[in-house]
């Protein structure tokens, strides 16, 4: 990129990270789509509801992992579905760039709830309104802890059968080697 650009991502991610409105998701890789995520769930009531297309690598990718714990933790991430879809989904943007579609259920404020019921998860489907079937699982904040404690981010199993197989195998064999959160 040219060089004003280049100063001008730089500016916009040093005032992401300094400025402190951000502090789930201003560390790291800034990625424009993590800090408007991570407003848009604080001006969220309590028991409202939103939901955001955005690329992929927010269910992947280790700068979106705190946003994605506390999520968890908090009982609010709702729906998870990680499209494949047949052709691109938007002008300009290539086919390969994979798109989620997220839907939060409350805000910061949401109260806490006694049972957590975790997010339903589906990793390639075509459309996010068409039922999962054996596609979609359920993902609370003790199973990313489980099989993802490095990271956690969330797992992409194929499906409900996959993820049954995958925490029972982390439930007797754990993980091999746990880094500290700031490692």
Partial sequence: PPARLREDRARAARAVREYGRHPLTGAGE?????????TSWRL??????AAAVVPAGVVSDRSS??????????????????????????????GRVGVAVLALRGGTAAPAVAR????DVAVGVADPDADAGDRAFTVDAATVALVNPN?????AFVGAAEARVVEAVHRRVPVLVTRAPDG
């Avoid at 800034?30 to 991570?38: G, I, Q, R």
């Avoid at 969220?44 to 509801?49: D, H, N, T, V």
């Avoid at 990271?151 to 797992?155: A, E, N």
């Fill in 30 to 38: 800034v990625n424009a789509y993590l800090p408007f995520l991570e």
């Fill in 44 to 49: 969220l009531a309590p028991s409202g509801r």
């Fill in 65 to 94: 992992s705190r946003l994605l714990q506390e999520w968890l933790e908090r009982d609010v991430l709702e729906t998870v579905r990680v499209l494949e879809p047949e052709r691109a989904l938007f002008d300009g943007v290539t």
């Fill in 116 to 119: 957590p019921r975790g997010a």
């Fill in 151 to 155: 990271t956690r981010t969330l797992p």
